[in-house]
């Protein structure tokens, strides 16, 4: 069965740096689009950033455009979320999932686009 494994969650203090990675398996991943979503201790899960199957588009949400970049690597399966000056607003749960797009290099924003999700990795940022 397809498997979606986030890491590289943890505590860290306000404007410094984390790096996830999502490691997938069973998974034509370069068929995907693949995203970052995150949850926050009483709030919905929201969209963070895209990135289409080729890696050429990308796309973030407002409240992370400028510190957070997504990239992956088709080659190792893996898609990464560089995330630069972190803020306390930041701490969330962090959830890849991969969204079947038929062949169409396009990011998908929308949660219910997505077929595929992983587990999640926590992000705590303290002030």
């Known amino acids: 069965q397809v498997q979606l494994v986030a890491s590289g969650g943890g505590l860290v203090q306000a404007g410094e740096t984390l790096r996830l990675s999502c490691a997938t398996s069973?998974?034509?991943?370069?068929?995907?689009?693949m995203g970052w979503f995150r949850q926050a201790p009483g709030k919905e899960r929201e969209f963070v950033a895209a990135i289409s199957m080729s890696g050429r588009n990308t796309y973030y949400a407002d409240s992370v455009k400028g510190r957070f970049t997504i990239s992956r690597d088709n080659g190792k399966n893996t898609v990464f979320l560089q995330m630069n000056s972190l803020k306390p607003e930041d701490t969330a749960v962090y959830s890849c999932?991969?969204?079947?797009?038929?062949?169409?290099?396009?990011?998908?924003?929308?949660?219910?686009?997505?077929?595929?999700w992983g587990q999640g990795t926590q992000v705590t940022v303290s002030s």
């Open positions: 069973r998974l034509t991943f370069s068929r995907y689009c």
């Open positions: 999932a991969a969204d079947f797009t038929s062949g169409l290099d396009l990011v998908t924003t929308k949660e219910s686009s997505y077929n595929y």
